[in-house]
C-alpha cells in the first residue's frame, strides 16, 4: 500500500495560479501511474489529470487542458499539478491518486487507482 500527502492548496485570486505536490511513500513509486482528482461541494469526484509511471505520456480533463500540468519527479517520490488561470470552478478538493497496476499506460478511471490521498482545498475567488 502507497501513502499520499498533498500539500499546496489555498485560496488564490481568479486568473492566479496554485502548484499542488503529492508526495508518497510505502512501495516503488517510478513504477506506477499517478492522477489529481477534484470534488467540489455537492458534486461527483472528477478527474483532473493522470500521469504514467515514467512521465512520458499524460492525460487532460477538456476542462482543464492547456491550464493545467501534471509532472512527476521519480527522484522525489512526487507528483505534482501545475494550475494556470485558475477560474471559479475549479474551487474543490483536489485528491493524488496512485494507479493499481504497475507499468500501465496513462488511466483515468477512477477505479484504476487504489490509493489516495487526504485531499487538499483548492479555493478560487472571482
Known amino acids: 500500500q502507497v501513502q499520499l500527502v498533498e500539500s499546496g492548496g489555498g485560496l488564490v485570486q481568479a486568473g492566479g495560479s496554485l502548484r499542488l505536490s503529492c508526495a508518497a511513500s510505502g512501495r516503488t513509486f517510478s513504477h506506477y501511474g499517478m492522477g489529481w482528482f477534484r470534488q467540489a461541494p455537492g458534486k461527483e469526484r472528477e478527474f483532473v489529470a493522470a500521469?504514467?509511471?515514467?512521465?512520458?505520456?499524460?492525460y487532460y480533463a477538456d476542462s482543464v487542458k492547456g491550464r493545467f500540468t501534471i509532472s512527476r519527479d521519480n527522484g522525489k517520490n512526487t507528483v505534482y499539478l501545475q494550475m494556470n488561470s485558475l477560474k471559479p470552478e475549479d474551487t474543490a478538493v483536489y485528491y493524488c491518486?496512485?494507479?493499481?497496476?504497475?507499468?500501465?499506460?496513462?488511466?483515468?478511471?477512477?477505479?484504476?487507482?487504489?490509493?489516495w490521498g487526504q485531499g487538499t482545498q483548492v479555493t478560487v475567488s472571482s
Open positions: 491518486a496512485a494507479d493499481r497496476t504497475r507499468f500501465r499506460t496513462v488511466v483515468a478511471e477512477s477505479g484504476a487507482f487504489g490509493s
Open positions: 500521469i504514467s509511471w515514467s512521465g512520458g505520456s499524460t
